[in-house]
């Protein structure tokens, strides 16, 4: 049988991004994401709930997103699941499920003047 893996996530950035590199030099990011979801319950009343996802970014998309998002901006993004498992220093096992970025939008219009790259004749 076959197997899909595939995430398409919008939600709001929950903190701004963590940027670094790894010892060959590849970018690598982390956010966390907020997907809202409001319901209503049989009595009429509205209920918010909230689910947070974390999500790893490689090479020069992890990098336009440290450039040009910061924490409550929205994100559209696709991507894989990824599980990590690791032990801690007490012995107990643990393990986390992520997002592994494929590709990512902007939701709303970046501002006047971002975004316009460094083509010829740009300052910068």
């Known amino acids: 049988m076959p197997n899909y893996n595939r995430v398409i996530l919008m939600g709001n950035l929950t903190r701004d991004p963590e940027l670094r590199y790894t010892p060959s030099g ?31 970014a490689w ?10 998002f910061s924490k409550g901006q929205p994100i559209f993004i696709e991507g894989r699941l990824s599980l990590d498992e690791w032990t801690t220093k007490e012995g107990e096992r643990r393990s986390k499920l992520r997002v592994v970025l494929d590709r990512f939008e902007f939701i709303t219009p970046r501002a006047q003047g971002q975004g316009q790259g460094r083509g010829p004749g740009a300052p910068g």
Not at 28 to 39: G, W
Not at 59 to 68: G, K, L, S, T
């Open 59 to 68: 090479d020069r998309q992890a990098e336009v997103i440290n450039e040009y």
């Open 26 to 56: 590849k970018a690598v990011a982390d956010i966390s994401i907020a997907i809202n979801r409001r319901t209503k319950t049989p009595d009429g009343e509205q209920r918010d709930s909230v689910v947070f996802v974390e999500v790893t």
